[in-house]
């Protein structure tokens, strides 16, 4: 079956058989029946004679840009070539592209968002987080402005909140028993300063 259609911009698909004197044998337009096959490439042509098949873009007699695909008519020496105009065989998969090019663009978007919100929310409070412990393991005060930081993560609801209010709690902890400590060590101290009973009980009362 020979076939042509049109798109809305130029010449849609359109299928000849030739046969092996290069001599059009089959074409919708009966007025190329018989006729060389002009405008189509040598290549292609001595290709399908040959018995090869394949897919070759070439520009057409009229200097417009074809796909050819061609094949051989088993148990002939004839050849079948449909061509058809390369922005209308491309088109499908052009569409493609721009989607999936939308799509990719969508999706880094997304996650630009994402990282962004990511960092702001958790990442960073984190880090600030790690700061403050290790801070208290090393017993160093806490700047105005990081203790306000820390106050304002304390007041989250999520589990950031949470764990900000526990490493306070662990801070205050820590506090009492070092001040425990501190005080039985002056305590000791005193015990050791003097061996006079009722200096000893008077300093350990106060």
Known sequence: MITKYRSGRSEGLQAIIIDNSRKIIAHHENKLLLRSTIGIPNSLVSDVLRGNEGNQVSESGDGQEMLYSFAPVPSTDWGVIISRPTEVAFATSQVVTRSMLIVVVVYLGVGMIFWVGLSRQVIRPMEKLAAF?????????????????????????????????????????????????????ETS?????????RTILERILD
């Open 133 to 185: 412990s290790q801070s208290i393991s090393t017993n160093r005060k806490l700047s105005k402005g990081e203790r306000e930081e820390l106050t304002s993560l304390a007041k989250r609801q999520d589990q950031v909140g949470n764990l900000t209010r526990s490493i306070l709690h662990l801070e205050e902890l820590i506090a009492d028993r070092m001040k425990e400590q501190s005080t039985l060590l």
């Open 189 to 197: 101290t005193v015990v050791v300063s003097s061996l006079d009973l």
